[in-house]
Nanobody, 116 residues
Framework: QVQLVESGGGLVQPGGSLRLSCAASGNVFRTNILGWYRQAPGKQRELVAIIRSDGDTIYTDAVKGRFTVSGEIATNTVYLQMNSLDPEDTAVYYC??????????WGQGTQVTVSS
């Protein structure tokens, strides 16, 4: 049984920063991708940032230059440093793990609220 445990969400003022963390436990076999998605109220879940097993990182355009994804594929840990936060970043953020042969796991979600 694979579990993803997230931490680091909360309430922050516009322009502030937060750092999300996620660690996977259990029988994880051959990680392909680690990363973060988010879902705002009334919207579909969307990719925020991911790390691939080859080291490449991918960001959605809305967060480029503000968010940084980092972590270790080998230890199944991933972080999301979020700077210059905007109210449009308010959402539930989900940790994402994709393993061979195409299995997908999600964290329980952590709320990020950007408001003055």
């Amino acid at each position: 049984q694979v579990q993803l445990v997230e931490s680091g969400g909360g309430l922050v003022q516009p322009g502030g920063s937060l750092r999300l963390s996620c660690a996977a436990s259990g029988n994880v076999f051959r990680t392909n991708i680690l990363g973060w998605y988010r879902q705002a109220p009334g919207k579909q879940r969307e990719l925020v940032a991911i790390i691939r097993s080859d080291g490449d990182t991918i960001y959605t355009d809305a967060v480029k230059g503000r968010f940084t994804v980092s972590g270790e594929i080998a230890t199944n840990t991933v972080y999301l440093q979020m700077n210059s936060l905007d109210p449009e970043d308010t959402a539930v953020y989900y940790c994402y793990l994709n393993t061979w042969p195409g299995r997908v796991y999600w964290g329980q979600g952590t709320q990020v609220t950007v408001s003055s």
